[in-house]
């Protein structure tokens, strides 16, 4: 990608409008949380963010404040007619200026709503999501719906305040979001100011995935034969696909620029909303937080420390295995088995683990999959069981190590030979024979694949990891950890915050088959840690541009297209394969490529092409109002 020049931003204010505005419902929230405190830079006191008013959420990252003047008089007015709109900080780098409006009060207007988006934009809200069905997923999209509808109010208000009516803006809006009902609205009134829109996805486009059609070639043949998606083959992947599409398109057909995150989203929206963006904003870091190269070798060890103590506790009461030698890989993403491509991660780890058993390879591979599922799940209580055992073990020993240091310094003093009678207290070699005992109680059965309860022996992944030779035997040298829940300081088994973890790690591999960008990726090597990804992903697709690829660099890029499945999985095999091999020294070596490739996808740069596309909507905005006042 060539790096853009210096740019100045022609609007004197900006506004990005997001469900995802303190509220991390996915990765649009990653975009817009680590972007801001670039934007600031740009817009300074002139930066806004809005989105809808989750309690749970906006108690923990949003601070609530006095409005200035006017803007209290605006909120307070609303408040008469029942919009709560709550003005504060988001507490996040950067801090912007943010409303979030609550639309809990406004209910009342939902059928008006549904009646509107049925006569003015074609789209039949009850007819694509059924009464009786998925009850929660329809309260959120109502939820969302009302939002979107009482945000128009507010915005178009807010806009005629002396602050905001004589100055050049920007709004920012986001695909699959009912803010699109905002933008529609300020178009048809030809609104002064510039309406930007950015597509991460396209909802339709990740069903087709989902399902194992090949969208990309569908791609490649549509740009010969062009075709629209028929309605029928949109209304097979459910009524929810339905909407979200219609709102993405409503979204595209009414903003003045359309940007994308990735070439490969550019060309996935041209082909399903029938729209090329104009613009590739791809995603960034701000790398200026994660851990500087003085800290990072701290940093990881400490947390492959904590790591090890974990697998110490899942698998040594089952049977010994050199825990602090071995590498530690991991995959993490939503709970998609072929479009995130566990089932190729699967098969390829199979083969990895037949493949050094046959070698005798001496050491062990712990493979981590954060793979997160909506089931409620708990940890599995044989793991905390032996989680408290070797608790117990760890506070019993560093107990006696004072007295233990003591009694060697007292034989040596006197000259008297080193006795384990002498060293060890009895009441303590009793007590610690104890805990041993029961700390290897389990010699019979194998580890455990699972290390939550909730999903049982039917879930896919557990039968397709059985299938593929991954259960945790004796003499396996790949051994998995199916991890389905957030990972944070209180989940009672790693306790560890997900990006400590990660920066323990050795290698992440997100072999995805759909990915319209790949964060998981660019945050892994971000920690100085080696990652796979795929040519399908935008990031994949950037990652080699930018780098030499036979050379293995510290992200590799798994190469996809127009490649045979058995071919995709030898080919990831050999990846893991060739990390398992690397000396220490040459782990280090990949580990600081991966930080330096990470560093090319900063925000210090990448939020340039935010700025362009707000100059552009500004240029074609401008280009809409002198167009209504020619005779």
């Known amino acids: 990608m060539n790096m853009i020049k210096k740019v100045t931003p022609t609007a004197d204010f900006f506004i990005e409008i997001c469900v995802q505005v303190v509220n991390n419902l996915s990765g649009v929230y990653t975009v817009i949380k680590s972007k801001a405190p670039e934007i600031k830079k740009y817009y300074g006191e002139n930066f806004y963010t809005v989105g809808p008013y989750y309690k749970k959420s906006a108690d923990v990252e949003f601070e609530e404040l006095k409005a200035p003047n006017q803007i209290n008089q605006l909120l307070q007015d609303l408040k008469k007619e029942k919009i709560i709109c709550h003005y504060g900080e988001w507490l996040i780098p950067g801090s912007p200026k943010t409303f979030l409006i609550d639309p809990v009060k406004s209910f009342g207007r939902l059928n008006k709503i549904k009646k509107q988006l049925r006569n003015k934009y074609n789209i039949d809200f009850d007819k694509?999501?059924?009464?009786?069905?998925?009850?929660?997923?329809?309260?959120?999209?109502?939820?969302?719906?009302?939002?979107?509808?009482?945000?128009?109010?507010?915005?178009?208000?807010?806009?005629?305040?002396?602050?905001?009516?004589?100055?050049?803006?920007?709004?920012?809006?986001?695909?699959?979001?009912?803010s699109a009902l905002l933008a529609a609205d300020l178009m048809e009134n030809n609104c002064k100011v510039g309406l930007v829109a950015t597509s991460h996805s396209t909802r339709l486009g990740r069903e087709i995935a989902k399902n194992n059609e090949d969208l990309f070639s569908e791609i490649k043949k549509a740009k010969n034969k062009p075709k629209k998606i028929s309605n029928r083959r949109?209304?097979?992947?459910?009524?929810?696909?339905?909407?979200?599409?219609?709102?993405?398109?409503l979204l595209t057909k009414n903003v003045d620029v359309l940007t994308a995150v990735s070439e490969v989203v550019s060309s996935e929206t041209d082909y399903i909303i029938g729209r090329k963006p104009d613009i590739i904003t791809p995603n960034g870091l701000e790398m200026e937080s994660f851990p500087s190269?003085?800290?990072?070798?701290?940093?990881?060890?400490?947390?492959?420390?904590?790591?090890?103590?974990?697998?110490?506790?899942?698998?040594?009461?089952?049977?010994?295995?050199?825990?602090?030698?071995?590498?530690?890989?991991f995959t993490s993403g939503r709970y998609e088995l072929t479009t995130k491509g566990y089932d190729i991660l699967f098969e390829a780890l199979g083969k990895l683990n037949e493949q050094l058993k046959k070698e005798e390879y001496k050491n062990n591979i712990f493979v981590f999959l954060f793979i997160m599922t909506q089931e409620s799940k708990q940890a599995n209580e044989e793991i905390l069981e032996n989680m408290a055992v070797y608790d117990a073990i760890e506070h019993t020993a560093s107990q006696e190590f004072p007295h233990i240091e003591k009694r060697i310094i007292s034989s040596l003093v006197y000259g008297h030979e080193i006795r384990k009678d002498i060293i060890f207290d009895e009441h303590f070699l009793i007590e610690s024979k104890?805990?041993?005992?029961?700390?290897?109680?389990?010699?019979?059965?194998?580890?455990?694949?699972?290390?939550?309860?909730?999903?049982?022996?039917?879930?896919?992944?557990?039968?397709?990891?059985?299938?593929?030779?991954?259960?945790?035997?004796?003499?396996?040298?790949?051994?998995?950890?199916?991890?389905?829940?957030?990972?944070?300081?209180?989940?009672?088994?790693?306790?560890?915050?997900y990006h400590e973890v990660m920066a323990g790690m050795h290698l992440g591999i997100f072999p995805s088959?759909?990915?319209?960008?790949?964060?998981?990726?660019?945050?892994?090597?971000?920690?100085?840690?080696?990652?796979?990804?795929?040519?399908?992903?935008?990031?994949?697709?950037?990652?080699?541009?930018?780098?030499?690829?036979?050379?293995?660099?510290?992200?590799?890029?798994?190469?996809?297209?127009?490649?045979?499945?058995?071919?995709?999985?030898?080919?990831?095999?050999?990846?893991?394969?060739?990390?398992?091999?690397?000396?220490?020294?040459?782990?280090?070596?990949?580990?600081?490529?991966?930080?330096?490739?990470?560093?090319?996808?900063?925000?210090?740069?990448?939020?340039?092409?935010?700025?362009?596309?707000?100059?552009?909507?500004?240029?074609?905005?401008?280009?809409?109002?002198?167009?209504?006042?020619?005779?």
């Open 128 to 178: 694509i999501v059924k009464k009786g069905r998925n009850t929660e997923i329809i309260k959120d999209f109502e939820f969302k719906l009302v939002w979107g509808d009482i945000l128009t109010q507010f915005i178009k208000r807010l806009l005629l305040l002396k602050g905001f009516s004589k100055k050049l803006g920007v709004l920012q809006f986001h695909y699959s979001d009912p």
């Open 234 to 249: 949109i209304i097979r992947y459910g009524g929810k696909t339905l909407y979200l599409h219609d709102i993405e398109s």
């Open 293 to 329: 190269q003085e800290e990072r070798a701290v940093v990881h060890l400490n947390a492959k420390e904590r790591i090890y103590r974990f697998l110490d506790a899942y698998f040594l009461p089952y049977y010994s295995v050199d825990i602090p030698h071995s590498l530690l890989f």
């Open 434 to 497: 104890k805990l041993m005992l029961k700390f290897k109680r389990k010699k019979a059965s194998n580890p455990p694949i699972y290390a939550f309860k909730g999903l049982g022996t039917k879930d896919p992944i557990y039968q397709l990891l059985l299938k593929c030779g991954l259960d945790n035997k004796s003499d396996d040298k790949i051994k998995v950890i199916f991890y389905p829940a957030p990972v944070s300081v209180a989940d009672g088994l790693l306790s560890m915050d």
């Open 513 to 631: 088959m759909y990915e319209p960008w790949g964060y998981t990726p660019l945050e892994t090597a971000a920690h100085s840690v080696m990652s796979i990804t795929t040519e399908i992903s935008g990031f994949g697709k950037f990652i080699q541009k930018i780098s030499d690829q036979r050379k293995k660099p510290g992200i590799m890029v798994l190469k996809t297209e127009n490649k045979k499945r058995e071919e995709i999985v030898d080919e990831l095999k050999d990846m893991m394969y060739w990390v398992a091999k690397l000396s220490k020294r040459e782990r280090i070596g990949k580990k600081l490529e991966a930080r330096k490739l990470a560093l090319s996808a900063d925000w210090r740069e990448f939020a340039k092409s935010y700025i362009q596309a707000h100059n552009l909507a500004i240029e074609r905005c401008q280009k809409r109002q002198r167009k209504t006042k020619k005779p």
